[in-house]
């Protein structure tokens, strides 16, 4: 039950976020999206920064949990890496309202320094993972696949803020995402 409570609060939060943005989000509306009580929302997360630390978990784990198999039926690093980026980027409401939380909480971070610690672990975390599979794919050194994942985050980044902005539509995105990642790892190692 307190689970279930936990997620319906991180999903309002979320939903929230993608409506109001993080300095928009009251903790009075992630309660009556959620249909709980305000005592709920602080008893699970304490206060509003516990809340927006545990929403931007909340998108990454959600956002590895929807990847699932490589398109195409490959299992090699290289489709589960490209999979992995394009991800971030579709016509799925789901999946931009996730993206727009994490994009808020990025940027907010940068007048909210408590966020910005939770925001370089789930960073870290995510180009550690980005790494492993650069590794994989092309068996370069740690510090290489490092500095490889780094661009490749970084331009994922780059690129959803100019999708979610409608500076650049879906397929444009994508095929930018694809090109990049072309450049930085390229199929054949």
Same mark, same amino acid.
């Given at each position: #039950? ?18 109001? !943005?993080?300095?928009? #989000?009251?903790?009075? %509306?992630?309660?009556?999206?959620? !249909?709980?009580?305000? !005592? ?5 997360? &304490?206060?509003? %920064? ?11 784990? %959600?956002?590895?949990g929807r990847r699932g198999e490589p398109a195409g039926g490959g299992v090699g ?5 490209? %999979? /992995? ?16 939380? $994490? ?13 910005? @610690?939770?925001?370089?672990?789930? &960073?870290?975390? $995510? ?8 590794? @994989?794919?092309? @068996? ?7 500095? #490889?994942?780094? /661009?490749? &985050? ?8 100019? $999708?979610?902005? !409608?500076?650049?539509? &879906? ?8 090109? @990049? ?9």
């Amino acid at each position: #039950m307190a689970h279930n409570t936990r997620q319906r609060i991180l999903e309002a939060c979320s939903i929230c976020i993608a409506r109001d !943005g993080v300095r928009g #989000m009251r903790v009075q %509306d992630v309660c009556k999206q959620a !249909g709980i009580s305000t !005592g709920l929302v602080y008893y699970h997360f &304490t206060d509003r %920064d516990g809340l927006l630390a545990a929403a931007l978990e909340y998108v990454n784990v %959600d956002s590895v949990g929807r990847r699932g198999e490589p398109a195409g039926g490959g299992v090699g690093s290289r489709a589960r890496l490209r %999979d /992995l980026l394009v991800a971030e980027i579709q016509d799925d409401e789901s999946v931009r309202a996730k993206s727009i939380v $994490w994009n808020e909480i990025r940027a907010i971070a940068v007048f909210e320094p408590p966020l910005a @610690g939770h925001l370089a672990s789930s &960073t870290a975390a $995510w180009q550690s993972h980005v790494a492993e599979l650069v590794k @994989g794919h092309t @068996g370069a050194e740690s510090k290489q696949c490092r500095e #490889m994942a780094l /661009l490749l &985050t970084a331009l994922v980044e780059g690129i959803s803020g100019r $999708w979610l902005s !409608g500076q650049l539509d &879906t397929a444009a995105a994508r095929a930018a995402l694809e090109r @990049g990642l072309d450049a930085i790892v390229p199929r054949e190692s």
